[in-house]
């Protein structure tokens, strides 16, 4: 019987020599790329983060010890070995794992983790906790994946220095080559550096130098200048962290001697951890990007050598669009925080690197910057995912709104997103747009009226956001020109009798299957912000009933606009509102979330007829 399959919690490490760790280690990889082979799911970074996941449970003791997963996608062996590898196999399906950490799943899951860069604060909020009711656990964050980018990271670390509080650091360094002095000389040292001795010779060092200052004080001086020559950590240093490596983070021994000791200290401490991502295998560890996430059946098509060409999605569109602006609009320059295949922007990258911005985990940043550039003329195009324009809207509100600074954001991932679920879904951005003075909002309902959406908001002298959805279209046939559209203006799809369907964006396709069945007329609404609204006025002589429909939260969403508008006139039409409902929306298939919040075709029509009793 496998070591792997003995594991129910990680108490059950604790009895394991450290050669059976190392072998749980081996079964534990091979586990991971069995199973995603028949799930899919994110692949490299996972891989990578075998070793520091079996130490840090054999080590410390979740969930009474708890473990911050920065970003949350790395955590699947964390999964497998707090009671959850048969369900692995479920990841990301509807009813299934989450991709991410989830409080409601599991007591080891300390902090629920989508977005990057907030383990170092929940981790030292944790440890406030801890100190305030007097326990006795430890918190450590554990960040990697390039969420040490984020402006929140350091924030963060800043104020746990301050506080001195008693946390560990993490750093799960996976983007750079291990370096030279992660070696024999370096794991020595950073033996040496947690060792009692050392430690108790610095403290009682300290206490007989005292009374000699600049002895002292050259006692300081020559220990910072030799970790300095063996660790690149001054800065961690300097907010008040003991920072320790960096170390090989796949040598199993040295990672549990290196747990072991910080255990037992108490303060801020800072370990650096070397990892490769894909580690245990070759493709991966070739192609990290390319291996960064996998769909069921990687294994065969690897062996089969079977090219998987990519569909065309909204992301390509974009991407293609803003090479074929660019070439024409010299002052184009294109931003993304940290999302540059995501969205689509490798060719821009590559033939325009001097116009290319990507400013890692920074939305905040991104927006500020993409303002300073239209003050002088710029025209910036910032490419992001809705969920993550979350993050920086005081900068959308003050600093490119209010002072109607011509900014094009590129909103990625509009609406649900499939197994990536609630922390992914872009379902807000209606609602949290719509509210904003200067603030134009667009949606395309196809592929080609996503590019020419994209060259009337270009055009646009002032602030505006285009959604478009994760994945492809309807396969619509994109007329590549620089054609705009007149702004504000929405366009009949199909003319009927009494109900009239305003959709809005992705809805459009469905609800014209609806409409036709139903015989009533639907408008490709195409603007949130403004409203065409004469074409409103025109409507509302003829038909009696209204429906909207969109893929974002009712409240304050599109709906919303046009139910004001219709109260500011004192118009008396029925009105159905269709969009997510008031909650939060666990992964599954598109296709699933859909028909669960009644918006696929059976749901539309179910929910109109019952409504208007037709």
Known sequence: ?????????????????????????????????????????????????????????????????????????????????????????????????????????????????????????????????AKLQHLNNHCIAIIGDGALTAGMAYEALNHAGDLKANMLVILNDNDMSISHNVGAMSKYLTRLLLSKFYTGIKNSSKKVLKVIPPMLELAKRTEEHMKGMIAPGTLFEELGFNYLGPIDGHDLP????????????????????????????????????????????????????????????????????????????????????????????????????????????????????????????????????????????????????????????????????????????????????????????????????????????????????????????NGAIIDKNSETYPFGKALIKHSGTTIAILAFGSMVSVSVTAGFELNATVIDMRFIKPLDTPLIDTLLKDHDHFVTIEENAIMGGAGSAVNEYLASIGAGKKILNLGLSDQFIDHATPAQQLSAEGLDKEGILTRIKAHFSC
């Open 1 to 129: 019987m496998s070591l792997l399959s003995q594991i129910a919690s990680p108490v059950d490490l604790k009895s394991l020599t450290d050669a059976q760790l190392a072998d749980v280690c081996s079964e534990l990889r091979a586990f991971i790329i069995q199973t995603l082979n028949v799930s899919g799911g994110h692949f490299g970074a996972n891989l990578g983060t075998v070793e520091l996941t079996v130490a840090l449970h054999a080590v410390f003791e979740s969930p009474k010890d708890h473990l911050v997963w920065d970003v949350g996608h790395q955590a699947y062996s964390h999964k497998v070995l707090t009671g959850r590898r048969k369900q692995l196999p479920t990841i990301r399906q509807k009813n299934g794992l989450s991709g991410f950490p989830k409080r409601s799943e599991s007591c080891h899951d300390a902090f629920g983790v989508g977005h990057s860069s907030t383990s170092i604060s929940a981790a030292l909020g944790m440890s406030c906790a």
């Open 254 to 473: 040295t990672l549990l001697v290196t747990l072991r000791n910080i255990k037992r200290m108490s303060g801020p401490q800072f370990l650096h951890v070397v990892t490769v991502k894909g580690k245990g295998f070759k493709p991966a560890e070739a192609d990290p990007i390319k291996y960064h996430f996998v769909n069921p059946g990687y294994l065969q098509a690897l062996e089969a050598n079977i090219p998987t060409p990519a569909p065309l999605t909204y992301s390509h569109i974009f991407g293609d669009w803003l090479c074929f602006m660019a070439k024409r609009e010299p002052l184009l320059v294109a931003i993304t925080p940290a999302m540059r295949e995501g969205s689509g922007m490798v060719q821009y990258s590559k033939e325009f690197p001097e116009r290319y911005f990507d400013v890692a985990i920074a939305e905040q940043h991104a927006l500020t910057l993409a303002a300073g550039m239209a003050c002088d003329g710029l025209k910036p195009v910032v490419a992001i995912y809705s969920t993550f324009l979350q993050r920086a809207y005081d900068q959308l509100i003050h600093d490119i709104c209010l002072q109607n600074l011509p900014v094009l954001l590129a909103l990625d991932r509009a609406g649900l997103v499939g197994a990536d679920g609630a922390t992914h879904a872009g379902s807000f951005d209606l609602s949290f747009l719509r509210c904003i003075p200067n603030m134009a909002i667009l949606a395309p309902s196809d592929e080609n009226e996503c590019w020419h959406l994209l060259n009337t908001g270009f055009a646009h002298q002032g602030p505006v956001a285009i959604r478009y959805p994760r994945g492809s279209g």
